[in-house]
């Protein structure tokens, strides 16, 4: 079968959500693209450039999210930054994960950048925490950086536990989770 | 030198803590201990043997912070339950850790083992939310279920982002991060 070098990153994308990237062996890719060792080295040289690519595309990802985020005021532009970081993770579960999950397992220069891309994305949550303590919407006395990791935190998690074919479908999961959020943050 | 099975455990934590499961090898197990391979098997059988040492171990801190966890009403007994939650990462962080993050590397019958421990545990944090809502302190229309995830995905991500030598000290995470679910669960 002719496979693609990004059928190569797909696959390897979905391994190392599954088993984890240390867990997954090049002979099992290999397997499951059904190509043999050789075929598989023609389009990439290691374990390591793959998880390269895939966080590189889960970071892509993420960036898009926060850079098309609106609203007219520090709440709704919130509740747009967590809308659309569960897209991300609904449309693109293997890269987010990867994204999230494995960059301590890059090299230091490699683990440095994605923790840069990472701390960009994060910026977008910060930024929007201290519009609404400036304009007078949310509380003084949770700094931004707190309130930002918290909100984060719930928002990783929902890919080890969210089943969008569950009771809540992926709207009302942003809803919910905006407004525990948001109630926690309003003056 | 002489090394006791538990100083085997606790290393093998602090490797799987540090490294993740799969990254640690068995090798590198025995430098950090000062033993030899043949010495280190005098001691165990298998890594994987060690993985479910240290995993057990963290259910078992885990599960007797949620015993211990007191208050009069909901809302202290959630602190309570929030403080005893950071102390067990705080004392046993490579546990904890190993406890959170690895159990999917385990096979599939102590997989489930641990899945249930963590169940029972979480069990807690929904028990205290239901108590809330019977009372009237807190909402209806946020289910406990979700309520609790929400709670455990901040308290589960704080071991990847605090440091207790930094502005928060564990009493003052404890209380932020208990106000801010509070806050978000009040009626």
Redesign the interface.
């Known amino acids: 079968m002719s496979r693609s070098r990004q059928d190569v990153i797909e696959v390897a994308g979905r391994l190392f959500a599954e088993r984890?990237y240390?867990?997954t062996s090049m002979r099992a890719l290999g397997r499951e693209l059904g190509l043999l060792g050789s075929s598989l080295y023609a389009h990439i040289q290691s374990k390591e450039e793959l998880l390269v690519a895939v966080v590189e595309d889960g970071a892509r990802f993420f960036g898009a999210a926060a850079a098309a985020a609106v609203g007219d005021t520090p709440e709704a532009e919130l509740k747009s930054l967590v809308a659309g970081h569960l897209r991300v993770i609904a449309e693109h579960p293997n890269q987010a994960r990867t994204f999230l999950a494995e960059a301590?397992?890059l090299d230091q220069a490699l683990c440095d950048r994605i923790i840069a891309a990472r701390d960009h994305y994060e910026e977008a949550f910060r930024t929007v925490l201290r519009k609404g303590i400036a304009d007078g919407s949310f509380r003084v006395d949770?700094d931004p950086k707190?309130?930002s990791?918290?909100i984060?935190?719930?928002l990783?998690?929902v890919e080890r536990?969210y089943h969008p074919d569950g009771p809540?479908d992926q709207d009302a999961l942003a809803a919910?989770?905006s407004d525990?959020?948001l109630?926690?943050?309003?003056r």
């Open positions: 984890g240390h867990a301590r397992s949770l707190t309130g990791i918290f984060l935190s719930m990783n998690a536990w809540m919910t989770l525990f959020a109630r926690a943050m309003r």
